[in-house]
């Protein structure tokens, strides 16, 4: 793996970690399952781990088809943005003591957009190695916006259409069939947005250099 990319993991681990640790022990998640709730930061130490595990992943599953490479890191950056998400509507909320009403969908909008700005400029310039351009392009954020509203609405979609047309399966309740269909609705996403900004918002060209994973021997993948 390229040292530069285990650095850059790294770093997104420790963010994440930080993050949803805030989040978790804000919410009091683990304290549902008899745990004390500052083992959520615990996932400081372990997010970090785990990404450059999934970076090791993604290089060697690159051999067969190159676009894991991308894919991996792609994954990786999700945890962080949808964190980000999750720590900024929260944070509003504490901030605020507003839990009901407008400005919860105030929140929302804000912390949506705080998410989409962070996950442009980590897509540009690691996950997609910055497609044809170094500079920020109005028409290329303008792109990438477009790309990740429509990933949103189909997340907002699928889910619903799940939630709403089909009844808790599996013997689990309401909250865990929303929380299965939530995670139904973001793979749908997920799969969206990578081909989206891969295709649309950051394609290189044919006259582009050769990607990172074309650069390293494949001993060192």
């Not at 400081?44 to 599953?61: S, T």
């Not at 649309?200 to 006259?207: E, G, L, T």
């Amino acid at each position: 793996m390229l040292r530069k990319d285990i650095y850059i993991a790294i770093l997104i681990g420790v963010l994440t970690g930080l993050v949803w640790s805030g989040v978790l022990v804000y919410l009091g998640v683990l304290e549902n399952f008899g745990l004390p709730r500052n083992t959520a930061w615990g996932l400081v130490a372990l997010a970090p781990l785990i990404f450059v595990f999934g970076l090791h992943l993604g290089r060697r599953l690159a051999r067969w088809k190159e676009f894991f490479a991308p894919f991996s890191r792609f994954v990786i950056l999700g945890f962080l943005n949808t964190g980000i998400d999750f720590g900024v509507f929260n944070l509003l909320m504490f901030l605020t003591d507003i839990q009901k009403g407008i400005w919860v969908s105030i929140f929302l909008a804000i912390s949506f957009s705080v998410a989409v700005i962070n996950s442009y400029f980590w897509n540009k310039f690691w996950v997609f190695e910055g497609g044809t351009r170094t500079s920020v392009g109005g028409r290329e954020f303008a792109a990438f916006a477009i790309i990740t509203v429509i990933g949103l609405v189909l997340k907002v979609g699928v889910s619903s259409g799940i939630i709403f047309l089909i009844p808790p399966q599996y013997s689990l309740g309401q909250l865990g069939w929303n929380n299965i269909a939530a995670v139904i609705g973001t793979i749908f996403s997920l799969i969206w947005n990578f081909i989206g900004y891969r295709l649309i918002v950051f394609r290189s060209s044919k006259n582009d250099k050769p990607s990172s994973i074309s650069q390293i021997p494949p001993e060192n993948l």
